[in-house]
């Protein structure tokens, strides 16, 4: 049998091992919200949720959540083979294909969520500071980044979505379609 | 005066600098056909060209053909310092940053793209010949690597809008791009 | 107790998976061969080993080699949830996580070797050849582009290291160190 | 006549254009020691230039660098076209290629200095500061990326290379960075 793409699943169990996972969109939508707000003051929880929305859309998002999630239950199994499944289960400091997924979905909107992916996975607000807690059971070695980066996509999301429906500044022209 | 963004005479100039270095939409769909048709068959050069433009929109794209043939005409003018003018002047191996503004298009639509730019890359057909003529008093080092990466994200991106229209589901076997 | 980094055994675990995936330097040397064989005359398979030999010694492609070969084994033992089985087990075209430990592996080397991983990953010369073939039992879909992105790398070494060593040219100053 | 690389000429332009932009390598050295001093107690300011100095001479750092530095001083002079000009001049939030820039250097040294980067391109502590004063005159658009890049860097290198000197592994328990 011919494979055939079928990106609708590919969508719906991105939603659903979210789910499994315990992390929800308002929550990223509050690390946008941490990372946006003092730059756009009338910025509500729901554009910053509209936004995550957007962004889960994207079929390499959805890629790299399913393999990151997949990678992190594995090794919550003890199923990867050895060293792999320490450094994953150590979150080893030289240990970077987390990251590598997490750029993959920042890049899409864009170098300009360099900076603030980079700020959140530092600072781990709200959720992050949960899925990154190494006591609880699970593993997030891969989640922890991704939803950063989903966040800070999010953010960059934003940053062009409101500039091009800005009204005109007093001092220039109008803004771009 | 406080600086307003302006994004509609961002779009505009990146339009007409293409136009005054002589690349025109056509041949850089061109480009996307020669790297899509033998996956798609009923595609049509109305098809890529459309794809083109869509790519054309985004800001970052936008931002790293203006940065390249800022660089491009310096060069040709002999304007930048030594031995960056040399470096860029010559192409030079080792000098990879047109590369990289050419990767910051490319993952705009994912890094399934990859693949394409290097093989238009390497084999330079159709425009990509032309642009890379060390002898015709032009400098396009980094236009000719722009011009690459925009075929192939406007692939990439046909093969993403291609899945997406593809019959539901249910009918099963619908064929994969 | 605390965990202990030991990258002599990521090392070590690396080495001994390619050699259970049947992937031999030589054949990886091969692709670097092809790829520069043309640019430099007195090149030699030799060369090309012990450049693979370096970039295999680095860490962050170790990472990426072990867990790309993880998705590939436990795809091939049916192992990963739906729909990421399905998509690694058919190298679906709009799954991009291979291209993107595969990127990371070139980018040690500088974005220099863009070219060079897009190009023999379209040829597939080789052992790629073999590892893309989609009927002996095996999925590669990880470690095709893993090789690949190897080779590009190596050859990127080799082009930084034949400038540093290259005698002066007769019209030009003196080489680097 | 034919081209001849001069490697050794790039680093000596990178390390004079470093400094007459004011520069200091201890200055970038301070900024490594505000992201590891946490992780690694024994670290001295000695330590962290030595990995700034190697991190510089890299042929991709120093491409990064003196590109960078061309298109902020074109840009003080009011020398690139519109909008090129105004983007650059005003550090724009959607212009995004001093970024792209900036994760040129990064990366290589793999991608566990993404987050170090992004956190002191928010934080801007110490030069940053400096170089992100828009009203001295100057303007660093790129430059300011550029330094946060080689901290980032130069972080990454001092973590390979703690690893590379630890204790023998089976004194076990050795301390990770």
Chains 1, 2, 3, 4 share one sequence.
């Not at 990372?35 to 009338?42: F, H, K, V």
């Amino acid at each position: 049998m011919k494979y055939s793409l079928d990106s609708a699943k590919v969508a719906e169990a991105t939603r659903e091992w979210l789910r499994k996972r315990n992390v929800r969109t308002e929550e990223i939508a509050e690390l946008v919200m941490f990372l946006q707000n003092q730059y756009i003051p009338d910025l509500t929880l729901a554009d910053c949720k509209e936004s995550v929305e957007r962004v889960l859309e994207k079929r390499e998002v959805q890629n790299a959540i399913l393999t990151g999630i997949q990678l992190d239950i594995l090794c919550e199994r003890g199923e990867l083979f050895a060293p792999l499944q320490e450094m994953v289960k150590n979150d080893e400091g030289l240990y970077g294909v987390d990251e590598i997924l997490a750029m993959s979905i920042v890049n899409i909107y864009g170098t300009i969520g360099y900076t603030n992916f980079g700020y959140i996975d530092k600072l781990k607000p709200g959720i992050l500071e949960r899925l990154n807690d190494k006591n609880d059971g699970y593993i997030h070695t891969f989640l922890d980044d991704i939803v950063g980066a989903i966040a800070a996509a999010a953010s960059s999301r934003i940053a062009h979505t409101r500039t091009a429906v800005l009204p005109p500044r007093d001092e220039a022209e109008s803004p771009a379609p």
